[in-house]
Structures are given as structure tokens and as C-alpha cells.
């Protein structure tokens, strides 16, 4: 069975530009490039045997390519998934959505059923380590004769497992330790969880500071309603103490949610709170009334998803004091993400942030550099993350992307080996049966002095030259020339390997497509990078 990542290696059909058409193309506009390939790879206007089997391998799909194109809703998956969307199981559902997130939110969840289905038995490991730093000799030093100390505070360490019984029933296994100026706790918990009709529920036992037992649940009301709660009984040597806590959520609108949460125990509080998100921002308010402090908080999220990076401003005003935080967060793979901020107040003073989170690990560093607002300590708070990143990211991870992009493209290489022979074979079977409308297109283009290609080749480059290299492009005189219509050529934003006639020539390497043609009997050379615009005449 192969793994999600080999999954992700495989190469998708463009639909798209095998019919040489745009991402927003019209019906119309379909319906005349699968009129055209048709007049090229019909079997039917191919009498000899070799031609008309390759004739019936491209007309295969070419009129796949335009069943998926003209079906809105398989366009839709299409567009929002690419093939492998049109090939997952249950999708006669999505006819009831809308917009390209609701049906890639719609495909995630049919193949996270499938993925269940697959890797049913398998745990869910979750953690957290915590180690929080003291720094503040470096910026308030006790004695200015001696070195400053830089001391771990405290460390904490939690772990939690999942293992799927059953579909609807599953046992969560957690623990935590805490240690701190040489004393230390720690508990462990285990939980039966079961799911239900629109909800679930759970049953804990727990160990460490006195034996523990609760239960939880969760309901959802409406389709805007869901409401979660519980109760536990510490018991401990001196009694019982008992907690209640529940939760209402209510969806206000299709980006902005309301929860309202209720604590009765050791520290009771009750807190509001409203999140509204989008693909640009995402802002939170809550308010806090509790023991032993009341509070107001606000966060503005931005995100920046063409940089992978997110921005955040967040600030709390209570009885405790004040506390302002900014801070951004850069996702650095698939999934790996490091986070650096900086909280200013009182009377904490100032703290440096750093957290990594690696799959459903995290590791954080809490810095505390000062107990009092230092502008030196704010100052390289701010600085001291930027110049760790540039330098960790020149010196480790540039390299090791590079190297990455190495192994991946070599694995898909190997894994799409055969099929990059056949797109080989598939572009030669093309171009033979481009000859006939080759001669034609290329016999009135003379007659009219508008567009003749002289000749089109397609690959990479020798490094500093403008030779290519034999072995990695081919020549694609007749199907460029077969593109053009009353004189005009016509090319769009995508890899031209998936253009009939063509093919990937060095897989993982950077392409180009070179032309020389005669317009008006006037000789012109172009080159264009792969998956750059082109129109002629220009």
C-alpha cells in the first residue's frame, strides 16, 4: 500500500492544458478545443492499424479530459482537488456545495473515512514540552563582577495516546510531569471515549494528586448549537473536591463563532468569547470573570498564506495588570511550524517565546529576560529571533530543502517511471497523427504570411548557455505549429509537458520552451519558462 507521501508524488492529468484551454475557460471554449483534437485523434479518420491505435489511446483522452471539463459538477472536485478528487469514493454528496472550500473540506473528509478504515488500529500520539528559561541577570544583573546566570525554571512534559477500539469507541491514555526548583508532580489518565449520535461521550480515570474520576460529553444541539460539559471528583486526603465545567458554542455566521464557558470548582470563572476568521484575518475577544483575576483580551490574527506566514498582535488589560504580545509564526513544511513572540507587561515584564511544533508535537521555550519593561530587553527580544532564523535558515534549512527536493523529485521519478514512459510514447503517438493537419496548418500560414514555426524545441538549458542539453528536450516543431489558429498562437499559465505532443523531458528540472517562427515573413525567436503565458504575435 503505498504512503500518503508516495500518494502526493504521483503526477496529475492537466485537463486543462491538454486541451490548451484556461483555468476559466467557457463551455463554448470546451466544446470548440474538444472539436478540434477530435478532427486530429478520431480513430475513425485513421484507416491504417498502427495509427488508428494510437488515434484510439489519445482520443481516450481527450474525451476524458473534456467529460470533466464540461461536467460542472466533476470540474468543480477538480479544480478544488485535481484527479485524484474524481477518484475517491462518496461524492454524490458534494452535489449539495457550493464553493471550492466547502468541497475540499467535503474531500477531507472522505479520505480521512478512508483513512480510518485503513489505519483503524493505529494510536494518535499527542505532546508538549515546556521548559521555561530564566534570563533576567542578563538585563538586571544582581552583581555586576560576575557572569550572569541563565537558569531553567521549570519544566513540564505531557503525552497523551488514542487507539481506536471500535469506529464509534476509543481509549485515551495521557500523563504529565512537572518539575520546579527540584520538586516535581506528575499524573497520568485514562479515558474511554465513545461516540454517539451526535455526540460523545467519556468516562476518565486519573492518578497523581489524588485519585480522580469524571465523565464528559458533548451534543450537537443544532447546526449552529453545540454544547459540551462534564463533572470530577479529586479525592485527596483532606476530601472531595468536586468540578463542573460545561460549553456553548453557537456558529453566529458562516466565519464568526460565540462560546460561552462555565467553571465551578478550586478556581471557578466564567468567560465569553467571539473568534471570526477568514482567509485574510482572524480576530478573538474574550472576557474573563474568575478567581483570582478578572480580564479583557483581544488578538488580531493576519495571515499571509503566499508566504506561508502568519502575524499576531494580542493584548490583556485586568486586575492582574497588562500584558501586550506580538509575534509571527512561519511554516517551514508540510508539517513543521516555529513560532517566535514577545509579551510585555505587569508585572511579568518581558518574555521571548519560541515554540516548534512538529506533527502533533510541541516544544516551547518561554524566555523570561526581564521582570520590569527594559527596552534592551525588548529590543533583542525582537531582534535575537530574526537574526536565529536567517542564520538557521542559510545554514541548516536551505540545504536540507534543497536536498528534499533532491530525494522528492528522485522518488517520483522512480514512482512515476512508467508512467512518464508512456506520456513519452503517448507525445510520439501524437505527433504522428499531427502530420496531416501539420501540413495543412503549416501550407495556409505560408500562403497568408501569418504564423510559421520554423522550429520549437522544449527542455533545459546546459548551465550558462543557451544550448540545450540532448539528452533532456525534444523537438515540438508540429505540435506548436498544430496550436496555432488564423495566425495566432495561444499558450497558458501551466507546464507545457501536459500539451499534446509533449513531455517531461527531465522531471523536477527547470524548462524551457524556445520558438522560431516568421510573421509577415519577418524571422523572430521567443523563449518562455515553463509554465509562463504566451501569445504570438505579441
Known amino acids: 500500500m503505498a504512503s500518503d507521501n508516495e500518494s502526493d508524488a504521483e503526477l496529475d492529468e492537466n485537463y486543462y492544458t491538454f486541451l490548451n484551454l484556461p483555468r476559466d475557460a467557457t463551455g463554448e471554449q470546451i466544446n470548440t478545443a474538444y472539436r478540434n483534437q477530435s478532427r486530429i485523434y478520431h480513430p475513425d479518420k485513421h484507416l491504417e492499424p498502427d495509427s488508428k491505435k494510437r488515434a484510439e489511446m489519445m482520443f481516450n483522452r481527450t474525451k476524458r479530459a473534456y467529460e470533466v471539463l464540461s461536467d460542472p459538477h466533476q470540474r468543480a472536485i477538480y479544480d478544488s482537488i485535481g484527479e485524484k478528487g474524481l477518484k475517491t469514493e462518496g461524492w454524490e454528496i458534494v452535489h449539495r456545495t457550493k464553493t471550492p472550500a466547502e468541497i475540499r473540506d467535503e474531500y477531507d473528509r472522505l479520505a480521512q473515512a478512508a483513512a480510518e478504515r485503513r489505519l483503524q488500529q493505529r494510536t494518535n500520539p499527542r505532546g508538549n514540552i515546556t521548559i521555561n528559561v530564566n534570563a533576567t541577570e542578563i538585563f538586571t544583573p544582581y552583581d555586576d563582577s560576575e557572569m550572569p546566570r541563565v537558569e531553567i525554571g521549570s519544566m513540564s512534559i505531557a503525552q497523551s495516546i488514542e487507539a481506536p477500539i471500535t469506529r464509534k469507541d476509543m481509549i485515551i491514555m495521557s500523563g504529565n510531569l512537572y518539575s520546579s526548583n527540584g520538586t516535581g508532580n506528575g499524573g497520568f489518565m485514562i479515558a474511554g471515549r465513545r461516540l454517539l449520535n451526535k455526540g460523545w461521550m467519556e468516562v476518565c480515570l486519573g492518578a497523581g494528586n489524588g485519585f480522580l474520576l469524571g465523565l464528559k460529553g458533548g451534543r450537537t444541539l443544532t447546526s449552529k ?6 463533572t470530577n471528583m479529586n479525592f485527596r486526603e483532606n476530601g472531595v473536591i468536586p468540578a463542573v465545567f460545561s460549553s456553548l458554542a453557537v456558529q453566529l455566521d458562516k466565519h464568526t463563532v460565540g462560546s460561552l464557558t462555565l467553571n465551578a470548582g478550586p478556581q471557578s470563572s466564567m468567560s465569553t468569547q467571539i473568534d471570526h476568521s477568514n482567509d485574510l484575518h482572524a480576530i478573538s475577544t474574550s472576557f474573563v470573570i474568575g478567581t483570582p483575576h478578572i480580564y479583557f483580551g483581544i488578538s488580531y490574527t493576519r495571515k499571509m498564506m503566499e508566504n506561508e506566514l502568519k502575524l499576531k498582535l494580542a493584548t490583556k488589560v ?7 504580545e506580538y509575534g509571527v509564526e512561519k511554516k517551514v513544511s508540510k508539517y513543521s511550524s516555529v513560532i517566535a513572540s514577545v509579551s510585555i507587561g505587569v508585572p511579568s515584564g518581558v518574555i521571548l517565546k519560541l515554540k516548534i511544533i512538529r506533527s502533533n508535537q510541541s516544544y516551547v521555550f518561554p524566555i523570561h529576560l526581564s521582570d520590569e519593561i527594559v527596552p534592551a530587553a525588548v529590543f533583542y527580544a525582537s531582534v535575537t529571533p530574526i537574526i536565529a532564523w536567517y542564520i538557521v535558515k542559510k545554514t541548516i534549512m536551505d540545504p536540507m530543502e534543497a536536498d528534499r527536493k533532491s530525494i522528492e523529485v528522485e522518488r517520483t521519478k522512480r514512482q512515476n517511471e512508467q508512467r512518464l514512459t508512456a506520456k513519452k510514447f503517448e507525445a510520439m503517438a501524437a505527433i504522428h497523427l499531427m502530420q496531416n493537419t501539420y501540413n495543412r496548418i503549416l501550407n495556409e500560414e505560408q500562403d497568408r504570411r501569418g504564423l510559421v ?9 546546459n548551465e550558462g548557455s543557451t544550448q540545450f542539453k540532448p539528452e533532456a528536450s525534444h523537438d515540438v516543431t508540429i505540435p506548436i505549429q498544430c496550436l496555432v489558429r488564423d495566425s495566432t498562437l495561444q499558450l497558458y499559465e501551466s507546464s507545457k509537458s501536459d500539451l499534446p505532443g509533449f513531455y517531461d523531458p ?8 524556445r520558438i522560431e517562427y516568421t510573421h509577415n515573413d519577418v524571422l523572430k525567436t521567443v523563449n518562455i519558462k515553463d509554465k509562463e503565458p504566451l501569445r504570438l504575435p505579441a
Open 506 to 513: 527531465s522531471l523536477g528540472d527547470d524548462k524551457i520552451l
Open 453 to 461: 514555426v520554423k522550429r520549437a524545441i522544449y527542455g533545459c538549458l
Open 318 to 324: 485586568g486586575t492582574f495588570g497588562f500584558l501586550g
Open 225 to 230: 448549537l453545540t454544547l459540551n460539559g462534564g
